[in-house]
């Protein structure tokens, strides 16, 4: 079988996914002639380069196909717990500890949060000073823990879990110093907050 034919084949099997380009090569297969015999060189070449389009249309498409369905992957997650706020990974520096939560519901602000963690933070610095002196393992590198609790309409944080437990004393020293962090009262139901953690020893 001549290119001429095998390019007429291709063009109508990709066309339902890159109808106009596969329009454009069923012009240049026009070109070579109106058969599949004895098709001109430059006919050919045309024919050819409309192939290599057909094939770039549909890598593009089979590209932003993924890029769709990870988006729907995502929002379902987010759909699925529209109550849980969701803590953005960029992270405040604690000595090597960072904290950057993001508020969606509720009525305790996002700037509320953000206030109280700032004013409050040294709490967990302290904790993390103690365990450097203590456990000589906590030397080796950044460690990255993630911290959830909920803040009640009075104020008081409760449900304090943070994981992994990398030193006992240090994880107990960091709850309850959350369980003091005073954030306003507010209207409504507990406001979760998730955040990470970020410990990095002082060289």
């Known amino acids: 079988m001549k290119a001429g034919c095998g390019f007429f084949d291709a063009s109508r099997r990709l066309s339902r996914r890159c109808g106009a380009v596969a329009a454009v090569a069923a012009l ?20 050819d380069r409309s192939l290599e389009a057909l094939r770039k249309c549909e890598s593009e498409r089979d590209r932003l196909q993924e890029d769709l369905n990870a988006l729907k992957v995502k929002l379902a997650q987010a759909l699925a717990n529209p109550g849980t706020i969701k803590v953005d990974p960029a992270l405040l520096t604690i000595e090597g500890k960072s904290l950057m939560p993001a508020i969606q519901e509720g009525t305790l602000t996002q700037e509320q949060v953000f206030a109280v963690i700032g004013r409050s933070k040294g709490s967990l610095e302290a904790c993390y000073t103690r365990a450097l002196k203590r ?69």
Do not use: Y
């Not at 070109?31 to 024919?47: D, I, K, T």
């Not at 909920?150 to 107990?172: E, Y």
């Open 135 to 203: 456990n000589s393992a906590l030397h080796h590198g950044a460690i990255t823990l993630s911290v959830s609790f909920s803040v009640r309409s009075n104020g008081r944080p409760t449900r304090i879990d943070i994981q992994p437990n990398r030193d006992g004393q240090m994880i107990d020293c960091m709850v309850k110093a959350i369980e003091r962090w005073p954030f306003p009262e507010f209207d409504g139901q507990a406001v979760d907050v998730e955040a990470p953690v970020t410990l990095l020893p002082k060289k």
């Open 28 to 47: 240049a297969l026009g070109a070579c002639g109106g058969g599949c015999n004895g098709q001109p060189q430059a006919g050919q070449q045309q024919v």
